[in-house]
């Protein structure tokens, strides 16, 4: 909705697009609104994709408007994005805790996408452009090559699809394949 009102210049569409933009903010911050309950005793998670989205859209409607909202969700998606940073592998992770427990005894806390650990990183890097941090710009580069190092170890030269991080299953490679 947003390129199409670029091109068109229909305002209309451009308030249909931060009016969707908004919806699907609210829809992130509270899951249970598509009908993503967290269970009694469940941890309340991070998608790595639902990071990505927000970092994207956000960046996109900035482009546009003087709104500072979309710079603090800017901001707030890097925060967010960096909680699901492994520092040893340096990758980021498709699931965490939001009070930074460890998922890794579940299927959900093993799956590492090197697809999207590539493209948050590369979200994040031009987030900093905006709001300069050498120290996370490291991070962000650190971001790609782990992503690339463990997500490129198929064998013929290809990234790979979904990952376990651990020799134990996944409800989701299992589901991929």
């Known amino acids: 909705l947003l390129e199409y009102s670029k091109v068109t210049g229909d305002m209309e569409i451009r308030a249909e697009a931060v009016?969707?933009?908004?919806?699907?903010?609210?829809?992130?911050?509270?899951?249970?609104?598509?009908?993503?309950?967290?269970?009694?005793?469940?941890a309340v998670v991070s998608s790595l994709a639902d990071v990505m989205v927000m970092a994207s859209m956000a960046m996109e409607l900035a482009a546009v408007s003087p709104d500072p909202r979309y710079g603090e969700i800017m901001q707030e998606c890097l925060a967010a994005a960096l909680r699901h940073y492994d520092a040893e592998r340096r990758i980021l992770m498709e699931t965490v805790a939001m009070d930074g427990r460890s998922l890794a005894g579940t299927p959900e806390g093993r799956l590492f996408c090197p697809g999207r650990s590539l493209e948050v990183a590369w979200f994040l890097l031009h987030v900093l452009q905006r709001f300069p941090d050498e120290a996370r710009a490291r991070q962000g580069l650190?971001?790609?090559?782990?992503?690339?190092?463990?997500?490129?170890?198929?064998?013929?030269?290809?990234?790979?699809?979904?990952?376990?991080?651990?020799?134990?299953?996944?409800?989701?490679?299992g589901a991929c394949r």
Do not use: H, K, Y
Not at 36 to 41: E, L
């Open 19 to 42: 009016a969707l933009f908004w919806s699907i903010r609210e829809w992130i911050v509270n899951p249970a609104l598509m009908d993503r309950p967290v269970f009694p005793g469940g």
């Open 142 to 173: 650190g971001i790609i090559e782990g992503s690339l190092g463990v997500g490129g170890e198929r064998g013929d030269g290809g990234l790979s699809g979904f990952r376990v991080v651990e020799r134990r299953p996944s409800a989701q490679v």
